[in-house]
């Protein structure tokens, strides 16, 4: 058995399948993958990687299992699927994964890595375990991939608490020794036991305030368009693949970012944090449906159609929209006297917390600073955005910025 | 100056009057008034005093001052009011206000102790402040008296981290710091600088889920009302008055209701843990508005009522009605694009708190385990309580109990 | 199975013996103990219990109990042993531990609870315990009772962090989690396992820490000694005995104290801290070997003799003399390359710490402020100490105050 | 001014020239350097980094500047240095400093940045800051340089809380906030003030238990040693010069050794995990005094004659000799009665602490797993070790390995 020593559940103990799954190569590379991305350039402590959170939540699976009673091969695979469920991750976790997706046709959760004659495999196979079976976890399948991907998995249980732990954001310290402690199976069904309503609440209360004091931060946003950016004009102007680019780590990208003509100016901006601002920050409300409903291309068409019009150079003008906030969590189930209800029927909290998420919900469009008065202009008109108001142009956003004094 | 090491805060400096304050007896007496009350029945680590709330209520307002650059006389006085603002408080905290409120029309807050002649004055008017601003400022009068006790007052924002510190419920993990940081003052009033909607929010989140985990558990309300219940036949059966109880501590109150007849046994069962059980719980909507509007006396005389109908001695039933929830912090004031706004307009959450709240109020019938049944049944007949469905005898309500195998 | 929250160490599972006993008056008693006595005259938050701490002990044996795969009613004895291990307490813990000693003959660690035909021996019986087997665990005697008291016990691994926790002074944050889980038994012995040397001492070096500036700050001991000539007075002056006085809580004393002629001005003193200052505060090597050697009637007749040497009155003088420092954890033996060595052997920094826990060792005496002058020239006369030089009256101690301008 | 969120000291506040030069690339280049280097392969959540410490190394400053009552332009000499201390470091911080200091003479802190035309020069002369004077305080010069860089500088004390936050490993729990508030100057000396001893021996202890623990953890050791040499061929087999190899990040080199034919394989093992083992672990007592000696050349003449002699490939060698402990903090000073005395005359347990230090020294000779046996037989030879006992090859120290199944 091997001890790991970490800052969030301090010894996480390895056994089994999952110690020797730890020394693959592809584990291993999560080390090299950060967990938050760009955020670290809002918060500077969050240098967390994929490796540790991955390693949290192999050990918040292993607590669940222990208090579900779920042991041998079935509990072996659970706890490999929770180590490996973030090992098809693309660099910079989430920030280019859109992009390879549209490219390869694949998610960062695909499970190629699994079912291939990799290492992974081959260890999987050396305990006697299925790994498409594995695989079917990762992706959520089954009763016990509710564990592993679903409203009430340990894959958010660890990184709430593990973000909050870094960033210095105290909003995500949920009582996940507790949600843990909860689970139960009802009717083939992932619930938490009686008198837990509110220990659901909890969850979705601190996703609720770390998305936009965290997540979405406009400045990680703003990077993050600018890594999107730079890593597709990568992909056009080398001869590097989106499938060879996804198994990259972050100091590949960084690099190749650097030492590509084209994008050396992204590279270096990033680094050293000299990022474009925001030209347009405009509401739901204000955006027209064709605008939202938008693909990659479309992005590059309009991208390229602003710069047009404001008459600056192409790489000037990122167009960031996200897309429309969901939230899983309030299809949680929990009992309530006897009964399997779902939180979004059961709590009072859950509308308010959809309907909040829309209202911070924007649209960006970003640009250096000294172009972004007429990039604005220019994309107001090139967008269609609704002009009612300061909401187009609304550089300190009520719900939304924290620290703004950073940017 | 004085350093003192405190487990919440680290260190909190002590100057001035403040310093002074300290040494007096009134302020000392709160070193042996519990925080928490009967909460720590159900939390046995909340064992915190309203000595080391005060001393944070006070460090939190000189933060606030030093960052609203608010010096002299003016600053003095704010921070002897935060020093001084629990200095009316009865034993044990909340558990016999109401109690002692009625009997001497006084509330916890009130000034006595400022206005008289004793030991806090004197100290006051050596510093050069006239005691009745002092008190003014304790009872939220004033534009500066808004930080001592109002919607964003630093009383809730240093109790909401020292209960979770102490508790080990991690939901009362406010941001303070950023709070007390973010504080101005615009036309006279105590608001939230822009970019806060979500600092304000979060406030507002942290007490939604104290209050049912901890502040509300059924466990700390029995034992309280049990408390209650015992201190009233104290008053009865001895010569102590309401006016000398309130200036008690935990341990004359528990030592008197030990050392008489009649209390002996309420004594007893607080100081063991051997607590009534509830016989009714019963949700807002289930409850005839006399019974919501009946006041002391008419309480009294419904346990009488519920006792003879049930056939049961009269201290075996204890009626427990909470008042109506409110939440001033909705009214609390955030700058949004230079306007101040109400949280309340502002913030989708809000409204889904308040409504929260009301569903987690019940009424509470306890009794001694083996007469619950009994008790039950008598106090549905005599207070009229609705009798449509689970609501009226819901013993594991979704929404309320945490930790509900410890009762 | 109960499950309680506790601000140490998050989540408790009570189950078997151990629930049962929880509901005992004597265990319940410790919720009215506090565990550090009037260390909160220093450290304001320090308001933590004995029964907050004996459920953490209760939690590290059954961790360590889990490790060493100790199962069935050998471990339910340790768990029981480990709940019950403070239960004999006199009230303000360590406070009047040796006054009582002295009149009883019985130290707090006794067994008289576990023995008699009371609710604890009643509930080990039914669960087919032996008191007797349980009172020697608690005692210390036989493999397991060194996990519960002997030099690597649970007992201080809790304490340690507990204290921590509560005072804000970050010195004892040893790594509880790891001690317990290298724990292993070597023929017969409780023995840490290989590369843990420096696991043992962090130990010694966090109590190294924590006594000066914790346990023997001189404020508190001050305090400890004014409660202790108070206690000795109120037991001549009523008719209450030590056997009665020793199942006391803190309430009691403290109620008792200030209902009593005699001792109402000490009760006042300690409510209030307006505390004796240090008349005279000397080293080891000043002291004479006689001095040291005093027994508890000796150390009343010095004070009288100090009293009427200065010609104040006999109450204004109190003797505090500590024994000579032990440091039983360097005993506590660890595997170094298969050996079993005692880390006094092993370890260069544990003859340090023994020298310089007697360089920290103070006599002192203790008097009202105006008259502290004349009492510590009386005393020093009267107790023949050394003259020479500043370590008499050395009332800034380089390795002894910290946070000394809190007196 | 900026206010930015910290993990460790929560809120940092940044305004005049340490605004400005954060935004400077040598500063924000610090990102990418982590704080601990190879210490991450150990304790997998310590991924902080040179730019978040020295946020708090300015933090710290500026605190203590506060408490000694130091302002304008000789405090913000003081914060810009505190800010600037780090600049100069080499990629993957001190585990390539050694070699690039012998290929180009200069150490990390040397001022080269400060002290040419570049962007941080440029700034500390905008706000009328001459860069030699600045340089000056990073060297440690003059009585304000000893709070940069000296026995009680603020660099120890935030690295000591950091990397005891991110390793998770609680000994470096110091009381900084004390330490910087305890600060003042004697006789143009930084003392600590009266009643510090043990705030300052804390800060040693804390050292001395990191140490072993975490900075010389055997694992980090050979990754750095590893690094070391892949460093070496790198810049043999390529036209990197050390000077520009010192200006890089993390990223650049790691790349540059997986894309460098004579270096791919150390890139590999280091990015994997793949690590050499110990082949020779000898105490102090048990190495030649010419060995202790040898310089980088010597080293690797060694590295080659052990290869040779073992009939191994070259690569397959690793020598560390780590230099001779010392312990700058045991000539700290601390007010004891008024005289200024240096903490390793006054404190028992610092001539403990530095014999201590000598006893956990190692020596390591490190090899691929299935070659150590050869290799270490043959550097026991060819470094003519001391052959008596297990101390040449003691692979289980016990002084030494924590964690130690992690390898």
């Known amino acids: 058995m091997t001890t790991i020593k970490d800052s969030v559940h301090d010894h ?7 110690a020797a799954l730890l020394d693959t190569p592809p584990v291993q590379r999560l080390r090299h993958i950060s967990q938050l991305g760009t955020v670290t350039l809002v918060y500077p402590s969050a240098n967390h990687t994929r490796f540790e959170h991955s390693l949290g939540v192999y050990h918040l699976a292993d607590r669940a299992l222990s208090h579900l009673g779920i042991e041998g091969q079935q509990a072996e695979r659970v706890r490999a699927a929770a180590l490996l469920h973030d090992v098809g991750h693309s660099p910079y976790s989430h920030n280019v994964e859109a992009l390879i997706h549209r490219r390869t046709g694949k998610y960062h959760d695909d499970v190629d890595e699994l079912l291939g004659d990799g ?28 564990l592993v991907s679903g409203e009430l998995d340990v894959d958010r249980m660890d990184y709430l608490v593990r973000d909050a732990h870094h960033t210095g954001v105290p909003y995500g310290t949920i009582d996940h020794e507790r949600l843990v ?29 770390m998305n936009p004091t965290v997540y979405q931060h406009h400045v990680a946003r703003i990077a993050k368009s600018m890594l999107r950016r730079g890593t597709e004009e990568l992909l056009a102007a080398t001869d590097t693949t989106a499938e060879a680019l996804r198994r990259w780590d972050d100091n590949d ?8 003509d084209a994008t050396e100016a992204y590279a270096r901006r990033l680094s050293q944090r000299d990022l474009y601002k ?24 309009m991208e390229q159609a602003i710069a047009d019009e404001a008459n600056v150079d192409s790489d000037a003008v990122v167009l960031d929209i996200p897309p429309e906030p969901s939230m899983t969590e309030s299809s949680s189930r929990v009992l309530v006297n006897g009964d399997v209800r779902r939180l979004g029927e059961q709590s009072t909290l859950v509308n308010a917390i959809r309907a909040a998420q829309r209202d911070q919900w924007r649209l960006g469009v970003y640009a250096p600073e000294d172009e972004s008065e007429r990039v604005g202009a220019a994309a107001i008109r090139e967008l269609g955005l609704d002009l009612d108001g300061a909401r187009v142009r609304d550089v ?3 719900l939304h910025a924290t620290l703004d004094e950073f940017n």
């Not at 925001?278 to 068409?301: F, K, N, Q």
């Open 12 to 18: 996480i103990e390895i056994q089994g399948v999952a």
């Open 119 to 146: 290492p992974v495999a081959r260890v999987l196979s050396e305990h006697g375990l299925n790994p498409d079976r594995v695989a079917g976890l990762v992706a959520g399948e089954g009763e016990l991939g509710q």
């Open 181 to 209: 402690r909860e689970l139960c199976f009802v009717d083939g069904e992932l619930v938490l036991d009686e008198g837990n309503v509110q220990t659901a609440e909890s969850l979705l209360l601190a996703r609720a305030l």
């Open 253 to 260: 990208l960084l690099v190749a970012l650097r030492q590509c």
């Open 278 to 301: 925001r030209a347009v920050w405009a509401e739901w409300g204000a955006v027209p449906d064709e605008i939202l409903a938008a693909d990659h291309e479309a992005v590059g068409a």
């Open 396 to 398: 300190r956003p009520g």
